[in-house]
């Protein structure tokens, strides 16, 4: 059964399309007390407050219809940033040569934690240099992956 992340990803991807935007990716945090929707949407030219405003009005209006939360929460819509989330094949293949922090559901090596250069991907593995050693860490074990910004 598919994560009530990917269900949401399904249903709002259309809706953020329609309006001009790629939906980059939706996390549901629930803990302390309140529980926080949040959905990141990217453009070419970049994200407007304008953007995040009519994207949040649209899928509030969906979730009101569909109903796929119980209870209260928060929905956030917001750009994903410079230190931008990695939830796919296709966004860390765009970054490829840049640092990423990585966290493993699982250890892998004795660790779950990993930050260095993104080589690559093979196959359904994302492929991270970490100290002139390299790193294969299947996609589906990636807990949480964000770009770290260079300044």
Same mark, same amino acid.
């Given at each position: ?7 949401? #990803?399904?249903?709002?991807? &259309? $809706?953020? #399309? ?6 980059? %990716? =939706? ?11 949040? =959905? ?20 509030? +209006?969906?979730? *009101?219809?569909?109903? &796929? /939360?119980a209870g209260e929460y928060m929905l956030e819509v917001s750009s994903p940033?410079? *230190?931008?989330?990695?939830? #796919? ?6 970054? =490829? %040569?840049?640092? @990423? +922090?990585? !966290?493993?559901?699982v250890p892998f090596d004795g660790r779950r934690k990993?930050? %260095? @250069?993104? #080589? %690559?991907?093979? *196959?359904? *593995? =994302? $492929?991270? +240099? ?8 299947? /996609?589906?074990? /990636?807990? !949480?992956?964000? /770009?770290? &910004?260079?300044?």
């Amino acid at each position: 059964m598919a994560s009530l992340e990917e269900r949401l #990803t399904n249903m709002f991807a &259309p $809706v953020v #399309t329609a309006l001009g935007c790629e939906l980059w %990716g =939706v996390e549901y945090v629930t803990g302390g007390p309140n529980k926080v929707l949040r =959905v990141f949407i990217d453009k070419d030219e970049g994200v407007m407050v304008e953007d995040c405003e009519k994207v949040s009005r649209q899928l509030s +209006a969906l979730m *009101d219809v569909e109903d &796929p /939360i119980a209870g209260e929460y928060m929905l956030e819509v917001s750009s994903p940033g410079m *230190d931008r989330p990695l939830y #796919t094949l296709d966004q860390f293949s765009r970054y =490829v %040569g840049q640092v @990423v +922090a990585v !966290k493993l559901r699982v250890p892998f090596d004795g660790r779950r934690k990993f930050k %260095g @250069v993104l #080589t %690559g991907i093979e *196959d359904s *593995d =994302v $492929v991270v +240099a970490v100290d002139n050693e390299e790193y294969l860490l299947p /996609i589906e074990s /990636i807990e !949480k992956a964000n /770009i770290v &910004p260079q300044f």
